[in-house]
């Protein structure tokens, strides 16, 4: 007599067990949202986080007032704020995050790249320098002002550059609960002048593009190791 194997039920209910309980990655969201609570012992984990009792879901887990304020002010003169569902329950598997950057006269959101996300940005006030580097260090840059958008796509390194005459503000949203952050550049000193330096280079790099220079690659190198 035959014995019955369960092993292809077994295998399922696993593979549906371990895609619901536990998604490390981004999922596809099976249900309409997935609010982030405290963790608990009976919480089910989606995209690494614990996701909200459905009867307790409310309208507040949709809202977030985490960008009225800017973030904290670093050395080239600027405040960035990114925001995910760790700080925003509501955006638990939508595959969003959202920003803010303040961007001081003469200041610079220093060079960096989103390894998992396109990242596109929405001018709230004030005029800056947009530009992105793609990986022939081609650079693509475009003078913004109050509601233009722009977008950067997935993985390319890219800064903004206030030209203006009052301090900028741009708020962004990327295609991913987690966006990463990557720099090209090591972390300067505290010094005003390893900075300033930095700052410098920044800028050329920008200038040399609307001198006609295509191929950045000698200035990029120069930022990197210089």
């Given at each position: 007599m035959k014995t019955?194997?369960?092993?292809?039920?077994?295998?399922?209910?696993?593979?549906?067990?371990?895609?619901?309980?536990?998604?490390?990655?981004?999922c596809d969201n099976l249900n309409d949202f997935c609010p982030t609570t405290?963790?608990?012992?009976?919480?089910?984990?989606?995209?690494?986080?614990?996701?909200?009792?459905?009867?307790?879901?409310?309208?507040?887990d949709f809202k977030s007032m985490e960008l009225s304020k800017p973030g904290s002010r670093d050395g080239f003169g600027s405040l960035v704020k990114i925001v995910t569902a760790s700080k925003f329950p509501g955006l638990n598997t939508?595959?969003?995050?959202?920003?803010?950057?303040?961007?001081e006269v003469d200041g610079l959101v220093n060079l960096h790249n989103h390894p998992k996300a396109t990242e596109m940005v929405f001018v709230?006030?004030?005029?800056?320098?947009?530009?992105?580097?793609?990986?022939?260090?081609?650079?693509?840059?475009?003078?913004?002002?109050?509601?233009?958008?722009?977008?950067?796509p997935t993985g390319l390194f890219h800064f903004f550059l206030n030209r203006g005459e009052q301090v900028a503000t741009v708020f962004s949203v990327f295609n991913s609960q987690n966006p990463g952050l990557g720099s090209l550049t090591s972390i300067p000193s505290d010094s005003l002048e390893s900075i300033e330096k930095l700052k410098r280079k920044i800028v050329s790099l920008s200038d040399l593009q609307l001198h006609g220079v295509n191929d950045l690659t000698e200035a990029v190198l120069d930022i990197i190791y210089g």
């Open positions: 019955k194997s369960h092993f292809p039920f077994l295998l399922v209910f696993f593979t549906a067990f371990t895609i619901q309980h536990v998604c490390s990655t981004e405290q963790p608990h012992e009976n919480a089910i984990f989606i995209n690494g986080l614990p996701c909200e009792n459905p009867s307790n879901t409310s309208a507040h939508l595959g969003l995050s959202i920003g803010r950057s303040d961007i709230s006030e004030g005029v800056l320098v947009a530009a992105f580097l793609n990986t022939q260090n081609k650079l693509f840059q475009k003078t913004l002002k109050a509601g233009d958008v722009f977008v950067i």
